[in-house]
């Protein structure tokens, strides 16, 4: 599979769950603080995904990467609820992942098609 294909599932992997903590208010109990930063980190991961697929930059993976550890850190922070916590920490770790290695791919294709990283 080459550097672009990869970066593509990364990105569409990162999308749903983006849209997937970005809807769980709406089937899970959640503080109100749990809910706007689901709603607001969600949206952020969610879109910065779209934005990767549409782009060679690594820019949308360091903004996934961050938002992701501040999803694991807003779970804690704010009080959810027990499966809130565990969803969330889960789909951090997964997002924080997913960054990783969309970031890596298309530093990977810039370097080969462009000979420097952007």
């Given at each position: 599979?080459?550097?672009?294909?990869?970066?593509?599932?990364?990105?569409?992997?990162a999308?749903?769950?983006?849209?997937?903590?970005?809807?769980?208010?709406?089937?899970?109990?959640?503080?109100?603080?749990v809910?706007?930063?689901?709603?607001?980190?969600?949206?952020?991961?969610?879109?910065?995904?779209?934005?990767?697929?549409?782009?060679?930059?690594?820019?949308?993976?360091w903004?996934?990467?961050?938002?992701?550890?501040?999803?694991?850190?807003?779970?804690?922070?704010?009080?959810?609820?027990?499966?809130?916590?565990?969803?969330?920490?889960?789909?951090?770790?997964?997002?924080?992942?997913?960054?990783?290695?969309?970031?890596?791919?298309?530093?990977?294709?810039?370097?080969?098609?462009?000979?420097?990283?952007?």
């Amino acid at each position: 599979m080459s550097d672009e294909a990869q970066s593509k599932l990364a990105s569409t992997l990162a999308a749903i769950v983006g849209a997937y903590i970005g809807l769980s208010p709406i089937w899970t109990t959640m503080t109100e603080g749990v809910m706007v930063s689901a709603i607001a980190t969600g949206s952020v991961i969610f879109l910065a995904s779209l934005w990767q697929m549409a782009t060679k930059s690594t820019l949308p993976s360091w903004i996934n990467g961050l938002a992701s550890i501040w999803l694991i850190i807003g779970a804690i922070i704010f009080g959810a609820y027990s499966f809130s916590v565990i969803s969330q920490i889960v789909a951090g770790v997964a997002v924080f992942f997913l960054a990783s290695w969309d970031g890596a791919e298309v530093s990977n294709y810039n370097n080969r098609h462009y000979g420097a990283t952007s």
